[in-house]
């Protein structure tokens, strides 16, 4: 008997996976996909399941551990946002051509626009890389469904399959009829064979070939064929179209009248694309219309440029989401109909984004910018890199790279005979994931500049998930903590001092400290450790003071401009500051900010005069 329930994307793919028996389960944060192992966590709790959950310090740990339960013969599973696979990458094409004797799910979602990413890749063309078959869900109800497909079909061809859900997907909610649990019951067991699993480059070869055969059947397996909505009818067109690009497209075939005109066909695999499905598409119609995200990997594989239209032909937009006001000037055009006039929906925009109040980045960023007014600062990937808007971050690559970048300034401008301060600023976690390797290679290579990490306790951009360096698991349960320090000074760092930021006038002192260190011998780290304020906040605590603005405000946006802290608001019609006090966390750094002293804190409790 199943229930039904309401779900977010994730929690659907986290309750198909425990559905489906998964015993091992591992990710490293990231948006879309972060709230994916939560609910695993939630889920094994809530039908007993034994399994090993875990938040790995990155995505190609996650990936390799995950991948190793299955080659034990257990289902396994590693999730992750889209610039995660690329991390992951390296052990992700070595695993398709060693294959699995579990299943094998990873899945990694896409994130069209993007809301929340370097990039809008498409994780479908990896997977074309990799010769891994990909599974492209429509819905959260889809994505339960397509979690136990995926390891059917990792264990019917002994390879790794792909779950690719995007962000409508990920955060969208559905009523789910969810079928009862099937708790894991294998018991692993490695067979040892050297020849496969430690394969020379010799026998590779050899496992390519297999790789290639397995895709060559994956391309006939029925159980993933595409689905025509309405066979009743044989027309000369066809949209063929995949994940959410499916979903608003059936809907809009109603509301235009077109399903007796044209064709429409579900992609649930697009890659490898049913071998049948491309004979029959270029059999049956004359015109074609590809709608997917974000890539033509569809379109590639059908191959004729005469028929075919889509994101290769300009047909349809290269690049950013499918919105369904989007599609449906596609079809409209498509259908010969009118094509609906206006502006189409704006893709981003909208008030900035801002550091929260009471964040003590932004006593960092304040602090750097007073110690190191001419610097140059490289920065990394979490809600930190919202300090560009204190004009604390020049540059933002991706994850680590603050620390390389820091490296690379240093050496560009001293071949130029230049000294020039650098300040590099990297989140706790992002440290742990990929900042520990080029913090090595600085030090080896005597690189001169600042790093300062940003230790606020948690991954607080994609959820508050725990660290390394928290002693806390998955499940709420105690692990062992990294010591950051020792870490720190084990990679070669001779000067590592820690700090609390929000002690803004001490804070500066120990960034020119270590700015004085990092000009004459070398790499200086400064760890500003404040727990996160929505954290501290949620936990409770002692009452913080109340913040005043006297009578010596003149005015001069210097704590709003140069700080930006949204509690702080400009009063156009007094001309002076005003305290909101719904946003305000009383933690009193701005005391520190006002040039000219206008600002006050007082004890808490105390009444204001």
Request: hydrophobic residues 45%.
């Amino acid at each position: 008997m199943s229930d039904r329930i309401l779900m977010q994307g994730n929690d659907a793919i986290a309750r198909g996976l425990v559905e489906a028996g998964c015993a091992v389960a591992a990710s490293y944060p990231g948006t879309p996909a972060s709230e994916i192992l939560s609910s695993i966590d939630r889920w094994r709790k809530k039908c007993g399941a034994t399994m090993h959950v875990e938040w790995a310090v990155n995505e190609k740990v996650a990936l390799e551990i995950a991948y190793t339960a299955a080659i034990a013969g257990l289902r396994a599973a590693v999730s992750m946002k889209q610039v995660g696979l690329n991390v992951a990458s390296d052990p992700l094409l070595s695993a398709a051509y060693l294959g699995v004797t579990g299943g094998f799910l990873v899945v990694s979602a896409d994130d069209p626009g993007p809301h929340s990413s370097q990039t809008e890749q498409d994780s479908r063309l990896l997977a074309m890389m990799a010769k891994v078959p990909v599974l492209d869900p429509a819905s959260p109800a889809q994505a339960l469904a397509l979690a136990g497909t995926g390891f059917d079909l990792s264990e019917a061809f002994g390879v790794p399959v792909m779950l690719r859900p995007t962000t409508r997907v990920c955060h969208a909610s559905q009523d789910i009829d969810a079928a009862p649990f099937r708790p894991p019951v294998r018991e692993a067991r490695f067979v040892k064979d050297p020849a496969r699993w430690a394969a020379t480059p010799a026998y590779r070869r050899l496992l390519h070939d297999r790789l290639a055969e397995k895709i060559a059947a994956i391309a006939a397996w029925p159980a993933t064929a595409p689905i025509r909505v309405n066979p009743e009818v044989s027309p000369a067109k066809a949209v063929v179209a995949s994940g959410v690009a499916f979903a608003h497209a059936m809907e809009l075939f109603g509301e235009l009248g077109i399903s007796s005109r044209i064709a429409l066909y579900q992609v649930i695999q697009p890659y490898p694309l049913h071998a049948a499905f491309i004979d029959h598409l270029l059999e049956t119609y004359e015109e074609i219309l590809v709608l997917e995200e974000s890539a033509p990997v569809i379109e590639m594989q059908v191959a004729d440029r005469r028929r075919v239209r889509g994101r290769m032909t300009g047909a349809v937009p290269g690049t950013g989401e499918l919105l369904p006001e989007i599609i449906e000037r596609l079809l409209s055009r498509f259908a010969g109909l009118p094509v609906p006039c206006g502006a189409l929906p704006a893709q981003g925009g909208g008030r900035r984004p801002t550091l929260c109040p009471g964040c003590a980045h932004r006593s960092s960023f304040y602090a750097i910018r007073v110690a190191a007014p001419a610097g140059i600062y490289p920065s990394d990937i979490g809600c930190y890199t919202l300090g560009i808007n204190l004009g604390a971050v020049d540059t933002v690559l991706c994850m680590g790279a603050a620390v390389s970048q820091a490296a690379g300034f240093d050496y560009a401008h001293r071949l130029s005979g230049k000294q020039v301060d650098i300040v590099a600023t990297i989140g706790d976690s992002t440290f742990y994931h990929a900042g520990i390797p080029p913090l090595i290679d600085a030090v080896v290579q005597g690189a001169r500049f600042v790093l300062v990490i940003l230790d606020n306790g948690t991954t607080a951009m994609t959820g508050n998930q725990p660290t390394p360096g928290t002693g806390i698991g998955a499940g709420g349960e105690p692990t062992a903590a990294v010591d950051m320090e020792g870490l720190v000074r084990a990679c070669g760092v001779r000067f590592c001092r820690t700090a609390n930021p929000d002690r803004l006038p001490e804070f500066v002192a120990l960034l020119k400290e270590a700015l004085d260190h990092a000009r004459g011998v070398g790499v200086a780290v400064v760890i500003a450790r404040q727990p996160c304020a929505m954290v501290a906040r949620a936990a409770g605590g002692k009452e913080p003071g109340t913040i005043v603005i006297t009578g010596e405000c003149t005015g001069c946006r210097h704590c709003i401009d140069r700080f930006e802290c949204p509690a702080l608001v400009f009063d156009e019609a007094a001309n002076r500051i005003r305290i909101d006090e719904m946003l305000c966390t009383g933690c009193g750094v701005c005391v520190h900010v006002c040039p000219e002293g206008a600002i006050r804190q007082e004890p808490a409790g105390e009444k204001r005069s």
